[in-house]
């Protein structure tokens, strides 16, 4: 694909679900980024790769959320026992390397009833 | 230190007219300033970006101005039309020291009247 695609495009979790949501970036971008969109909220850092390495986590909300890219393409993001907290769109970007142009894919809604 | 202060929250401009976007940061340590224009579910995608060592970027309607100083930065759509009703975003990131974390502004909700 021409994109940076997320799957599934909405999620609905009861609230202690554990939910995994992916995101597949442009091939051959070297970074690939998480962020958290709340409601009229601009989007929230989460993480950060550099191919397979998780260079900074430091946005992660809590322990109940974790991030891998294991062979340096497609990413997972997972929240352990979903709350209602955690009720946003999640955003995928990915750049050729660093922080320079990134391209979002069109994010996951969750909602956590 | 990490806050990207962005105004208006929303704007109203009659079709024909100037959109103008401001931005406030606080770390000197940024080096990189895009824009980007988000419509209902999509993603952001990138408009128009700037960096510290100029002032004033300009890529057809859409003109970037840098105040280094201030620490300032605003986005001005010309000839606003109503394809142009989006949020925008501006950002700013550091791109040389390896961190590549970048702070979105909480957005402005532009309508261009018709």
């Known amino acids: 694909g021409a994109g940076v695609s997320q799957s599934p495009r909405y999620k609905v979790a009861k609230r202690g679900q554990d939910v995994a949501l992916r995101c597949d970036p442009i091939?051959?971008?070297?970074?690939l980024f998480w962020y958290q969109q709340a409601l009229g909220q601009g989007p929230e850092f989460l993480t950060y790769f550099q191919n397979e390495a998780q260079l900074d986590k430091s946005g992660l909300p809590s322990d109940r959320f974790f991030a891998e890219r294991p062979e340096g393409s497609v990413s997972t993001l997972k929240i352990q026992r979903t709350q209602q907290e955690d009720s946003a769109v999640y955003l995928c970007?990915?750049?050729?390397?660093?922080?320079?142009?990134?391209?979002f894919g069109p994010g996951t809604r969750l909602t956590v009833l | 230190q990490q806050q990207v202060k962005q105004s208006p929250q929303s704007l109203i401009v009659q079709k024909g007219g100037i959109s103008i976007i401001n931005c406030a940061y606080e770390?000197?340590?940024?080096?990189?300033f895009p824009w980007y224009q988000q419509f209902p579910g999509k993603g952001p995608a990138l408009l128009i970006a700037?960096?510290?060592?100029?002032s004033e970027k300009k890529e057809g309607r859409f003109t970037i101005s840098f105040n280094k100083s201030a620490k300032q930065f605003s986005l001005h759509i010309m000839d606003s039309q109503p394809g142009d009703s989006a949020t925008y975003f501006c950002?700013?990131?550091?791109?040389?020291?390896?961190?590549?974390?970048?702070?979105f502004g909480a957005g402005t909700r532009l309508f261009v009247k018709a």
């Open positions: 770390n000197t340590a940024f080096d990189y």
């Open positions: 091939s051959g971008h070297v970074s």
């Open positions: 700037i960096r510290p060592d100029v």
């Open positions: 970007a990915s750049a050729i390397f660093g922080a320079d142009t990134q391209y």
């Open positions: 950002a700013a990131s550091k791109t040389n020291t390896g961190g590549f974390k970048t702070i």
